[in-house]
C-alpha cells in the first residue's frame, strides 16, 4: 500500500523575499554592470526600477530661475568637437527660418508702415564648432526690432548675432509684401496692389553686400500670336485672340550708396514692362489693358532685356539678375529667361525648383 505524504508549501514566505532582496540590492551596489548582466540580464530593470526616483508631477509655478542655476544647464550646442556628428565639415549657413514679426518700414514720402515680416537668419558654422544657439539670432534681433527699418538697422541686427555666435559668415533676409496704390488705366479707381519684396545682408569673407528682391506681375502677351491673329483677320476675316498670360518676373539687386526705394524699384518694373495685372477695373479699363498689351507684345526673352535696360541705368544699382516665367496660356509648359550682370548672382547650377518659384497666388 502506497501512502502519498503532502509535501509543504515550496513558496518563500514575504519575509524572506524582503531579505533576499536587502541581499541582492547590497550586492548591486558594488557590482559592475557586465556582473549583474553576467548573473542576469533581467537584473539590470529590476536594479533600475529600484533606483527610480519619484518625480514631482505638477509645473511648480513658483521656480524662478537664477545666474546659479542658469549655469548648470547642459549646452550641448557648445560641447567639444568629439560631439560632432557626420563629416567635420564647415557649414556656409546655418540658422533659422521664417522667423516672424511686425516691423516698421520707411517709406518714401515720410511715413511708415507696419508690416509682418519673416526673416531668415544664418551664419558660418567652423568645422570644430559642434552647433549654434539658434535663439540667439532671434533675441539679437529683437533688440532692433523697434526700429523703423533700413538697410542700416539689419546691420546692427547683424553684427550683433555674429558677435554673440562667434561666426565669420553671416546672412539676413527679410520677406514682406509691400502695399502700394495703384490708379486704373481709365476709370479713376485705385487699388492696392501687394508686391512680394526681400531685403538681404550678407556678409562673406569681411565683404558686406545689400540685396533687395522684387516679384513684379504682368500679362504677356505673345508677339507670334498677336501677328497670327491679325493675319486670320486681315486675310480670312476670321476672328482670332493672342494668347496673353499671367506672368512673374523677379528682379535681384544689389544697391550701391544710398540704394532705392521700394517704390522706385516697383515704377522701374513698370516702366520696363508696363503691363502690370491691375486691381480694380471697370469696363473700360479691361478695354485699356488690352490695347496695352496689344502695344507692348513681348517673348519673355524680351522682358529679361527690358527689365535689365531699366536697372543699368540707374546709379545705385550695382550687380543685378532678372528671372521671368511666362506661364503659357498655349503651352503646357512655361517660358523662362534669366540674365545676370556682375559676379553677385553669376552661377553654374540653378536651384530646380528656382523657376516654379516665380509664382504669383493672388
Given at each position: 500500500m502506497n501512502v502519498h505524504v503532502k509535501t509543504a508549501d515550496q513558496r518563500p514566505s514575504t519575509l524572506q523575499i524582503q531579505k533576499a532582496l536587502e541581499l541582492l540590492s547590497a550586492w548591486t551596489e558594488d557590482a559592475s554592470a557586465d556582473q549583474i548582466n553576467a548573473l542576469d540580464p533581467k537584473l539590470a530593470r529590476l536594479v533600475r526600477a529600484q533606483s527610480y526616483p519619484?518625480?514631482?508631477?505638477?509645473?511648480?509655478?513658483?521656480?524662478a530661475v537664477d545666474a546659479a542655476y542658469r549655469a548648470t544647464l547642459p549646452d550641448l550646442q557648445n560641447g567639444p568637437a568629439s560631439l560632432i556628428k557626420g563629416a567635420n565639415r564647415r557649414i556656409q549657413h546655418v540658422g533659422i527660418s521664417n522667423f516672424r514679426l511686425p516691423i516698421r518700414y520707411d517709406v518714401r514720402d515720410g511715413a511708415q508702415v507696419m508690416l509682418e515680416t519673416s526673416v531668415t537668419?544664418?551664419?558660418?558654422?567652423?568645422?570644430?564648432?559642434?552647433?549654434?544657439?539658434?535663439?540667439?539670432?532671434?533675441?539679437?534681433?529683437?533688440?532692433?526690432?523697434?526700429?523703423?527699418?533700413?538697410?542700416?538697422?539689419?546691420?546692427?541686427?547683424?553684427?550683433?548675432?555674429?558677435?554673440?555666435?562667434?561666426?565669420?559668415?553671416?546672412?539676413?533676409?527679410?520677406?514682406?509684401?509691400?502695399?502700394?496704390?495703384?490708379?486704373?488705366?481709365?476709370?479713376?479707381?485705385?487699388?492696392?496692389?501687394?508686391?512680394?519684396?526681400?531685403?538681404?545682408?550678407?556678409?562673406?569673407?569681411?565683404?558686406?553686400?545689400?540685396?533687395?528682391?522684387?516679384?513684379y506681375v504682368y500679362s504677356s502677351t505673345c508677339p507670334c500670336s498677336l501677328e497670327l491673329s491679325e493675319h486670320a483677320r486681315a486675310t480670312r476675316g476670321q476672328l482670332a485672340t493672342p494668347h496673353s498670360q499671367r506672368s512673374v518676373a523677379r528682379l535681384s539687386v544689389e544697391l550701391k550708396g544710398e540704394g532705392v526705394w521700394f517704390e522706385e524699384l516697383i515704377e522701374m518694373a513698370r516702366k520696363g514692362v508696363p503691363t502690370e495685372t491691375q486691381v480694380m477695373v471697370k469696363r473700360e479699363d479691361e478695354q485699356a489693358f488690352a490695347e496695352l498689351n496689344a502695344a507692348n507684345p513681348i517673348f519673355v526673352e524680351?522682358?529679361?532685356?527690358?527689365?535689365?535696360?531699366?536697372?543699368?541705368?540707374?546709379?545705385?544699382?550695382?550687380?543685378?539678375?532678372?528671372?521671368?516665367?511666362?506661364?503659357?496660356?498655349?503651352?503646357?509648359?512655361?517660358?523662362?529667361?534669366?540674365?545676370?550682370?556682375?559676379?553677385?548672382?553669376?552661377?553654374?547650377?540653378?536651384?530646380?525648383?528656382?523657376?516654379?518659384?516665380?509664382?504669383?497666388?493672388?
Open positions: 519619484e518625480f514631482s508631477r505638477s509645473y511648480p509655478d513658483d521656480f537668419g544664418t551664419v558660418s558654422l567652423e568645422a570644430d564648432h559642434k552647433g549654434i544657439n539658434m535663439s540667439r539670432i532671434m533675441r539679437s534681433f529683437y533688440k532692433h526690432a523697434e526700429a523703423a527699418f533700413g538697410f542700416g538697422v539689419i546691420e546692427a541686427a547683424l553684427d550683433d548675432y555674429k558677435a554673440d555666435l562667434g561666426s565669420f559668415d553671416a546672412r539676413i533676409q527679410m520677406r514682406l509684401s509691400y502695399p502700394m496704390q495703384v490708379e486704373s488705366l481709365r476709370s479713376g479707381l485705385s487699388g492696392w496692389q501687394y508686391y512680394d519684396i526681400a531685403l538681404e545682408l550678407v556678409e562673406r569673407d569681411g565683404v558686406r553686400q545689400r540685396i533687395v528682391h522684387l516679384d524680351d522682358a529679361a532685356r527690358l527689365f535689365a535696360e531699366q536697372l543699368q541705368s540707374h546709379e545705385a544699382v550695382g550687380d543685378f539678375r532678372v528671372m521671368a516665367s511666362h506661364q503659357e496660356s498655349l503651352h503646357s509648359h512655361d517660358a523662362v529667361s534669366l540674365l545676370t550682370e556682375g559676379e553677385t548672382f553669376a552661377e553654374v547650377s540653378l536651384d530646380p525648383k528656382l523657376f516654379p518659384s516665380l509664382i504669383h497666388v493672388g
